[in-house]
């Protein structure tokens, strides 16, 4: 069965930092592209960044680029998201997902495979 688990979520002052993890089970790691998305209450889930494991190509929303990174590391099948200069508006359920296909964020859609959310709430 294919697994994401994504962890890693807390609480934390604005400016600080935390670092999300999905690790994934059940698929050919290296065939896939794994994106962050995350959600408000009340709004659409919103793609925040993602990776093409075999070349380790990421790609960035304009909200987070420069503020976050997204790396994976191939022989753990594992993707992690290191957040830093946090802000109360990246307070979020955030989701890590998988899809057999390009980099992008704009087609959530083709995202076939999902993990469960981790909650990140940034105070102010």
């Known amino acids: 069965d294919v697994q994401l688990q994504a962890s890693g979520g807390g609480l934390v002052q604005a400016g600080g930092s935390l670092r999300l993890s999905c690790a994934a089970s059940?698929?050919?790691?290296?065939?896939?592209?794994i994106g962050w998305f995350r959600q408000v209450p009340g709004k659409e889930r919103e793609g925040v960044a993602c990776?093409?494991?075999?070349?380790?190509?990421?790609y960035y929303a304009t909200s987070v680029k420069g503020r976050f990174t997204i790396s994976s590391d191939n022989a753990k099948n594992t993707v992690f998201l290191q957040m830093s200069g946090l802000k109360p508006e990246d307070t979020a359920v955030y989701y890590c997902?998988?899809?057999?296909?390009?980099?992008?964020?704009?087609?959530?859609?083709?995202?076939?495979?999902w993990g469960q959310g981790t909650l990140v709430t940034v105070s102010s």
């Open positions: 997902a998988a899809m057999r296909g390009p980099l992008t964020l704009g087609h959530i859609d083709w995202y076939d495979y």
């Open positions: 990776i093409l494991n075999s070349d380790h190509t990421t």
């Open positions: 059940g698929f050919t790691f290296n065939d896939y592209t």
